[in-house]
């Protein structure tokens, strides 16, 4: 007899389902300030970053000092340039995009200038508009937060936008000509001891700029959401999740109130630091500049009365990647924004499982049929479809304890279209699906963020994922339909199939003892 073990191949067809093509894609970004390499996964209609290098650069000086980028600045980028080039041939990089944005419009020889990068490294050089820029601003928040009506707040280092939309429409913007570098070099020089005289010297001097929107009028300002983008809300965003000991580690479509931005302000112009320092672990820009952006953002909060805001970690970039990757954006906004993020998720994370759709289907029919049971309103529809397509995020660890590891995995994830709320109960959702693996102690991590309700819907919900899956753990989709009886003390549940789900039943049984512990029913399966 043979004692060598026998392998059999799959046919063609079965590996090329589990193996999807992807491609690489380059983003370059050049700025007066500096150059930004973007490296994503491409498929057509999706797209996920998986890569970022920042170098910075001095062309802001050369521009500011005579209009013209000298030549040591031309030797300093085109050597970033190179670098990036060499980075993505390593990388087998299939395709890229290079622009520059449209403050580099200030340079007289800004023409020359992207020529010489064009030839030096072979990427193609686009000048952004300022129309540009603000659309893809647009495209980039529109398609990644559930915020159809919004005004976008951008400080920048030398200019600050405000842009107005409802939905797929811009309805007006404003580019202030004055950013966070631009006032701190104004106010801040000579500075010694604390900020705090001088940030309230900018922010009186900004709030005097903000004209010219009379837009605003085809907004009412009370159904209208505020967000902001770029470095300074970053830096915002991270000084506050610290100080709160926020326990989601997601920058990405984080909540904050005028309270909790006053906190942050107030202990950043309190600090005694030299203008040119760095304050550790928030950014690389000086605490002058940091400073002189928080300031603004206060006089914006004034002017427009802001109760609250979201962060959001998309730009100029984020939108291009948008338009180029999945073009239906180029004509209007996504409609399911969290469906999306799943699907992308599942793409480039979760190979071989490609179910998490129908799972969710199933889970859905569940949730309607047996709602006089659970009682849950729609909001838990959201944690629910991020449990279903992700409950086996896990095995990517590994195999031996995929519910738990799923925890950490989804609430690493950055996901488009879902509160940080949804996020951490969808977590749970996917990682509790067998009652003796949940953990009260790591839920009590998270207790500025949900509440005892939604530890209840986690238990209720987590029942019905573990059915749903089981009902499709073969990933074939053979059961079409559950028709659901609650008769007395049992729940029948009647599988609508054309093939043998013998195997599938056999698994759904085995969670009858967590139904039963949850419902007060007997389960019974036909």
């Not at 007289?108 to 490294?121: A, I, P, Q, V």
């Not at 300031?295 to 998309?314: C, G, K, Q, R, W």
């Not at 499709?472 to 659901?484: F, N, P």
């Amino acid at each position: 007899m043979n004692k060598d073990f026998a392998s059999v191949e799959f046919d063609d067809k079965r590996k090329s389902d589990i193996e999807p093509s992807k491609e690489k894609i380059a983003l370059v970004e050049i700025s007066p300030y500096q150059v930004k390499l973007s490296l994503a996964w491409y498929v057509p209609g999706a797209f996920e970053v998986f890569d970022q290098y920042v170098e910075p650069l001095l062309l802001h000086e050369d521009i500011e000092r005579d209009g013209f980028i000298k030549p040591t600045q031309v030797a300093c980028c085109k050597d970033i340039i190179k670098m990036y080039r060499r980075l993505c041939d390593s990388l087998n990089i299939t395709k890229s995009i290079a622009y520059a944005t449209c403050d580099l419009r200030a340079a007289k020889n800004h023409y020359g200038f992207l020529d010489e990068m064009e030839l030096s490294s072979g990427f193609k050089f686009r000048l952004l508009s300022e129309e540009d820029e603000i659309g893809a601003i647009h495209t980039g928040i529109v398609n990644s937060l559930d915020i159809s009506k919004g005004i976008i707040l951008c400080v920048e280092e030398e200019q600050t936008r405000i842009v107005g939309y409802v939905r797929r429409v811009v309805l007006g913007s404003q580019v202030i000509p004055f950013g966070y570098e631009t006032l701190s070099k104004l106010f801040m020089e000579g500075q010694t001891g604390n900020f705090e005289e001088v940030c309230k010297t900018i922010k009186e001097f900004f709030k005097k700029q903000i004209k010219n929107l009379d837009w605003l009028g085809d907004l009412e300002l009370t159904d209208v959401q505020f967000i902001g983008i770029g470095d300074i809300f970053d830096s915002i965003g991270k000084i506050s999740r610290k100080g709160k000991k926020y326990p989601l580690d997601i920058p990405h479509n984080y909540p904050m109130s005028k309270s909790d931005f006053v906190n942050v302000y107030n202990a950043i112009t309190s600090l005694n630091l030299d203008k040119e320092a760095r304050i550790k672990g928030v950014s690389q820009k000086s605490a002058g500049s940091i400073a002189s952006g928080f300031a603004m953002v206060s006089a914006l909060i004034d002017f427009f009365n802001i109760p609250e805001f979201t962060i959001s970690l998309t730009g100029v970039e984020t939108g291009i990647l948008f338009n180029h990757c999945v073009p239906i954006t180029n004509e209007k906004p996504l409609q399911d924004l969290l469906g999306y993020s799943l699907e992308t998720n599942q793409e480039f994370y979760q190979e071989g499982q490609t179910n998490g759709a129908h799972v969710f289907d199933l889970a859905m029919l569940l949730f309607k049929q047996l709602r006089v049971m659970h009682r849950l309103p729609r909001m838990y529809i959201k944690p629910l479809k991020i449990a279903c397509y992700m409950y086996n995020s896990g095995s990517r660890l590994r195999f031996c304890s995929t519910k738990k590891d799923a925890l950490n995995v989804i609430l690493h994830s950055q996901l488009y279209g879902a509160s940080h709320k949804d996020i951490v109960i969808g977590a749970f959702i996917a990682s509790t699906q067998y009652s003796e693996e949940f953990s009260l102690s790591e839920w009590v991590k998270y207790k500025d963020i949900v509440d005892d309700e939604d530890l209840q819907a986690v238990k209720k919900l987590a029942v019905l994922v573990r059915v749903a899956t089981c009902f499709d753990r073969a990933g074939q989709k053979s059961i079409t339909d559950i028709v659901c009886d609650v008769l007395g003390d049992s729940v029948i549940m009647k599988t609508i199939t054309e093939t043998d789900i013998e195997f599938e039943l056999r698994l759904a049984n085995q969670a009858g003892a967590d139904f039963k512990r949850v419902f007060g029913k007997t389960l019974e399966l036909l």
